[in-house]
């Protein structure tokens, strides 16, 4: 797989602070320090790279791509590796700076709790959801034995859930936001409640089906 590097100018784009991509951390980067501290990026390395051989620090590289298309290193930092870092920074104005960057950490901690609060929750409304699926998906099979609507009906209803929810069905829980999060998590309670209820109606299973995925269609504004 080819991976396509950022520019100084993409990583610029980004959040000052931001919760990672995974999910598992908050970060700053080199070229963000650099930036907002008006210092050279080419100092800000020199210096994480002083304090990574004194042990110090302990980070390792990502790159970017310069206006020439050459690599270019560039480090993520955690709130106490940004500290370690522009500890030498003197001045009002970086004392200033510092301040600004440790609230903004702060304020993405606790976005970042947030979320994994969110993403516990939603795990656990999803094995609700699927238990319902997997009963329907039994009952499916004495009806249309042959049908991949019985085998492939988890990636249906979860791929209708995730795309109605954050608008591509290719979106990964660990990048979803915590307002998606939510999202799937009431569309998940109502796939369970749905389901639930109509098999107890005595619905045909091909009609629930069916109905269940017109139901999550008709929710985009959940």
């Known amino acids: 797989m080819i991976v396509t590097l950022p520019t100084k100018a993409d990583l610029l784009k980004t959040d000052i602070v931001a919760i990672d991509q995974h999910h598992k951390k908050v970060i700053t980067s080199s070229v963000q320090i650099a930036d907002y501290f008006g210092k050279r990026h080419s100092n ?18 990502s790159y970017y791509l310069n206006q020439q298309a050459k690599k270019q290193k560039y480090h993520e930092l955690s709130r106490d590796q940004f ?30 709790k947030q979320w994994q609060a969110g993403r516990l929750v939603a795990a656990d409304t999803t094995k609700q959801a699927n238990n319902q699926i997997y009963k329907l998906q039994n009952e499916l099979k004495t009806v249309i034995p042959s049908s991949k ?5 988890f ?5 209708r859930i995730t795309k109605t929810a954050t608008g591509s069905a290719d979106t990964k829980r660990e990048s979803m936001t915590s307002n998606q999060l939510h999202q799937v998590t009431e569309l998940e309670q109502q796939v369970q409640n749905h389901i639930k209820r109509l098999r ?23």
């Open 200 to 222: 107890g109606e005595g619905v045909d299973p091909v009609q629930i089906r069916d109905n269940t995925m017109a139901m999550i269609l008709a929710n985009n504004g959940v």
């Open 149 to 153: 609507r019985c085998t492939m009906i």
């Open 155 to 159: 990636n249906h209803i979860q791929n």
């Open 83 to 112: 500290l370690i870092v522009v500890m030498g920074f003197t001045g009002d104005k970086a004392d200033r700076f510092k301040a600004d960057f440790i609230k903004l950490f702060s304020e993405q901690e606790a976005e970042l």
């Open 44 to 61: 800000v390395i020199r210096r994480v790279t002083a304090l990574i051989k004194k042990g110090l620090l302990k980070t390792e590289p």
